[in-house]
């Protein structure tokens, strides 16, 4: 598996030249694997619905996709305070951290294919 490329102030990993928000560091092991494992049930539920054509069931399992992504704090209001926005889904060239971006020298292993640049 590659290494993830974490923006320096550690909200944001990159992937593809798109930040997407991480997990929110204050969350205990335990609870983190146990909101990771309700993530996992759910994307299969998705998966599942999807091949059954049960719509109830799909739109249910992207609920529960969208509560367990809400408790990691890669959804809904931002787990830092101070103040700043969040750029969740953002490229990163239109971002404060372009600057940082285009002044890396990635190691190999690293995702900076960026087709978007």
């Known amino acids: ?3 993830v490329l974490e923006t320096p ?4 990993v990159v992937v593809r030249g798109r930040l997407w928000r991480r997990q929110r560091p204050d969350l205990t092991l335990p609870e ?6 309700k993530l996992m049930d759910a994307r299969r539920s998705v998966g599942a619905a999807k091949r059954s054509g049960d719509a109830g069931a799909l739109a249910e399992a992207r609920s529960a996709v969208d509560a367990a992504k809400h408790g990691l704090g890669e959804r809904g209001p931002v787990w830092w305070t101070d103040g700043a926005p969040d750029l969740n889904r953002h490229l990163i060239r ?4 372009a600057e940082w971006y285009a002044g890396l020298d990635v190691a190999p292993g690293l995702n900076r294919a960026d087709p978007l640049r």
């Open 1 to 3: 598996m590659a290494s």
């Open 94 to 97: 239109n971002t404060p951290y």
């Open 32 to 37: 983190r694997d146990r909101l990771v494992q």
């Open 9 to 12: 102030d550690g909200r944001y």
